[in-house]
């Protein structure tokens, strides 16, 4: 039964559509979190009347023939590179991104990657770090005597050492 196979592939892709929606359900309050989106392509044509038969009944030409789409097949789950929400979050060193942009971050292996995560934390010996661990590159320590810090728009870090 033809019929019941392309409803199968129909029936597999919105399987992958629900799963894609439940993961961005899963990740909403995920920090930097960029949603993701199922994308589909139908299955090849199966050619069932040529362009150009006549039809037998009545004598007309079929000028496009008859062709039977055989379903659907998953394409790719693309990421949405959209800006999200900003909150505050009172955290003395959170940052958000507005607009594009990344913090690059070194990863145990010497390697760089990007992240959107801006829930950085200071370790003991000041290093500035994402929530995983990773340090942002490049490295900025925060000395223990500073009193507080500042970031400007175009990313540089400022400490103070007296009230401000």
């Known amino acids: ?25 899963s990740n ?5 979190y960029n949603a993701r989106r199922a994308e589909f392509a139908d299955l090849h044509y199966q050619q069932m009347t040529r362009p150009g038969t006549i039809n037998a009944t009545d004598g007309t030409v079929l000028p496009t023939g008859v062709q039977l789409g055989l379903g659907v097949r998953p394409s790719a789950v693309s990421v949405q590179l959209q800006q999200g929400a900003l909150s505050a979050t009172g955290g003395d060193l959170d940052v958000a991104i507005e607009g594009l942009g990344y913090l690059e971050v070194t990863l145990p292996s010497g390697g760089t990657a990007y992240t959107r995560d801006g829930g950085l934390k200071r370790t003991g010996d000041g290093l500035i770090v994402t929530s995983d661990g990773f340090p942002v590159a490049p490295e900025i320590v925060i000395p223990s005597d500073a009193r ?14 007296a009230d401000v």
């Open 148 to 161: 507080s810090i500042s970031i400007n728009p175009e990313g540089e870090v400022y400490a103070y050492f």
């Open 28 to 32: 909403m309050s995920t920090t930097g």
């Open 1 to 25: 039964m033809r019929a019941l196979k392309i409803a199968a592939t129909g029936m597999s892709a919105q399987q992958l559509r629900v799963e894609t929606i439940s993961n961005n359900l």
